[in-house]
């Protein structure tokens, strides 16, 4: 209220306004991500406010030190508490161009990503000006040193650009800006072999010193089981299995959206129903993201499913998914072969790799149903092979690997070998170890 009430109060400069042009059009064509112009009318200082998101979430100046220094004492209040660390929402928005340039028009795209398809034409510029501004290195630079103050934190960045892979490169490499980031490559329907390969590869490439966060869902988008469904149906259980041996033999740091590891599909939301804002300006195109909001199933036969503890059954801010009972933590957790229990599994093997955990990555030579990496760590060398098809598909073993013994414990399904060629079955997996 400060900020809107004069063009000269302390904190005028807080916030990112702007004039309008002499027509009174807004002063640029930045757009907001939940649809329409990116600028608010006030008729306090007669002037636009910049919003990348809802017209109640009006953007800081960064370019403001006073903003950049209250946003550092806050973050450091939350440190003398003890907190762990954080994740920054959005962790590219932060700048804006001074001089308020206009973005360049990219067109009407296709793209799985209802932030980038023809239902939003936010997605129909390229974002050069209202995002991913080079002042921001420095002020994730004074984040990081503020961080390093405190032993054992962290951060990790949501990182939405038109280059996500390269701007997480540039985000995370040095040591001395985010911790780690994840982007939204991973999060679209394709899930084939070339697609993992390329998307690997050219993090490898762009990033050899950057840590990247490894999502096969989050917040944002339809959950895996159901984007990489098929026919209306969720997607089986196998190829579940073989996307969360890829998340976590990947260089970097596994993040699990909380319903992945139960094979959750996306809940049908009626629009009475909705809480999300951008599903409700989008709607029926785009239905938002309550779909993978729901609360989390823990008990079947519980009104809430296990919601609350309360003796009264508590209401969730979203409807009680009753497609989620059966597949409820206290039902998996009573199933030995339950997606729970291998996910379980899968972790605590994990653990017990260094060459997972710490180690590098190199990717073999394309094929075209099976995805193949070495991870290397202090002399120790581990095979990673991966089969995206729904049928079964021969391999051969790299000549140094012929002699290499398969490693138990992962949790997928055992793979047939005579003598060097390997019979991976649809949606299988397996690991080799070398030294």
């Given at each position: 209220?400060?900020?809107?009430?004069?063009?000269t109060n302390p904190k005028a400069d807080w916030y990112v306004w702007a004039d309008a042009k002499s027509d009174g059009t807004p002063p640029n064509n930045w757009l907001s991500i939940f649809g329409g112009s990116a600028w608010q009318w006030d008729t306090r200082r007669c002037q636009y406010y910049m919003h990348n998101f809802l017209t109640s979430q009006p953007d800081l100046n960064f370019h403001n030190p006073e903003v950049?220094?209250?946003?550092?004492?806050?973050?450091?209040?939350?440190?003398?508490?003890?907190?762990?660390?954080?994740?920054?929402?959005?962790?590219?928005?932060?700048?804006?161009?001074?001089?308020?340039?206009?973005?360049?028009?990219?067109?009407?795209?296709?793209?799985?990503?209802?932030?980038?398809?023809?239902?939003?034409?936010?997605?129909?510029?390229?974002?050069?000006?209202?995002?991913?501004?080079?002042?921001?290195?420095?002020?994730?630079?004074?984040?990081?040193?503020?961080?390093?103050?405190?032993?054992?934190?962290?951060?990790?960045?949501?990182?939405?650009?038109?280059?996500?892979?390269?701007?997480?490169?540039?985000?995370?490499?040095?040591?001395?800006?985010?911790?780690?980031?994840?982007?939204?490559?991973?999060?679209?329907?394709?899930?084939?072999?070339?697609?993992?390969?390329?998307?690997?590869?050219?993090?490898?490439?762009?990033?050899?010193?950057?840590?990247?966060?490894?999502?096969?869902?989050?917040?944002?988008?339809?959950?895996?089981?159901?984007?990489?469904g098929s026919a209306g149906n969720a997607a089986p259980h196998d190829l579940l299995r073989l996307g969360a041996a890829l998340q976590m033999s990947l260089r970097g740091s596994p993040c699990i959206y909380q319903g992945d590891e139960l094979g959750l599909p996306e809940a049908d939301i009626a629009f009475e129903d909705l809480q999300d804002p951008y599903g409700i300006t989008m709607w029926p195109e785009f239905k938002g993201?309550?779909?993978?909001?729901?609360?989390?199933?823990?008990?079947?036969?519980?009104?809430?499913?296990?919601?609350?503890?309360?003796?009264?059954?508590?209401?969730?801010?979203?409807?009680?998914?009753?497609?989620?009972?059966?597949?409820?933590?206290?039902?998996?957790?009573?199933?030995?072969?339950?997606?729970?229990?291998?996910?379980?599994?899968?972790?605590?093997?994990?653990?017990?790799?260094?060459?997972?955990?710490?180690?590098?990555?190199?990717?073999?030579?394309?094929?075209?149903?099976?995805?193949?990496?070495?991870?290397?760590?202090?002399?120790?060398?581990?095979?990673?092979?991966?089969?995206?098809?729904?049928?079964?598909?021969?391999?051969?073993?790299?000549?140094?690997?012929?002699?290499?013994?398969?490693?138990?414990?992962?949790?997928?399904?055992?793979?047939?070998?005579?003598?060097?060629?390997?019979?991976?079955?649809?949606?299988?997996?397996?690991?080799?170890?070398?030294?």
């Amino acid at each position: 209220m400060e900020s809107r009430s004069s063009l000269t109060n302390p904190k005028a400069d807080w916030y990112v306004w702007a004039d309008a042009k002499s027509d009174g059009t807004p002063p640029n064509n930045w757009l907001s991500i939940f649809g329409g112009s990116a600028w608010q009318w006030d008729t306090r200082r007669c002037q636009y406010y910049m919003h990348n998101f809802l017209t109640s979430q009006p953007d800081l100046n960064f370019h403001n030190p006073e903003v950049q220094n209250a946003l550092l004492e806050t973050v450091k209040f939350w440190l003398d508490l003890g907190v762990d660390g954080y994740r920054l929402d959005t962790a590219n928005f932060y700048f804006h161009d001074a001089q308020l340039r206009d973005n360049p028009a990219r067109g009407r795209p296709d793209g799985e990503d209802p932030a980038v398809n023809a239902v939003n034409p936010y997605g129909w510029q390229w974002h050069k000006h209202d995002k991913s501004q080079p002042e921001n290195l420095a002020f994730l630079r004074r984040l990081r040193a503020l961080l390093d103050q405190y032993p054992n934190t962290t951060m990790v960045g949501e990182i939405g650009d038109d280059d996500g892979l390269g701007r997480v490169a540039e985000y995370t490499s040095g040591g001395d800006k985010l911790h780690m980031a994840y982007c939204f490559d991973l999060l679209g329907t394709a899930h084939s072999a070339a697609h993992f390969r390329g998307f690997v590869q050219r993090f490898e490439e762009v990033a050899p010193g950057g840590w990247p966060c490894w999502a096969l869902s989050n917040h944002d988008v339809v959950r895996v089981a159901s984007r990489w469904g098929s026919a209306g149906n969720a997607a089986p259980h196998d190829l579940l299995r073989l996307g969360a041996a890829l998340q976590m033999s990947l260089r970097g740091s596994p993040c699990i959206y909380q319903g992945d590891e139960l094979g959750l599909p996306e809940a049908d939301i009626a629009f009475e129903d909705l809480q999300d804002p951008y599903g409700i300006t989008m709607w029926p195109e785009f239905k938002g993201r309550d779909g993978c909001r729901t609360a989390h199933p823990w008990a079947k036969d519980s009104a809430d499913l296990g919601f609350s503890s309360a003796a009264q059954p508590a209401v969730p801010w979203l409807p009680v998914i009753e497609p989620h009972r059966a597949l409820a933590v206290d039902v998996q957790e009573r199933d030995a072969g339950s997606l729970l229990n291998f996910y379980r599994t899968l972790l605590r093997w994990r653990k017990t790799l260094p060459a997972l955990v710490s180690g590098t990555l190199r990717v073999l030579p394309a094929h075209p149903q099976v995805l193949a990496f070495e991870r290397a760590f202090e002399g120790s060398q581990l095979l990673c092979i991966f089969n995206f098809s729904d049928s079964t598909v021969p391999w051969e073993l790299p000549s140094d690997y012929v002699a290499a013994v398969a490693v138990q414990g992962s949790g997928l399904a055992d793979v047939p070998r005579i003598e060097n060629m390997l019979q991976l079955p649809a949606w299988g997996g397996a690991y080799y170890r070398l030294g």
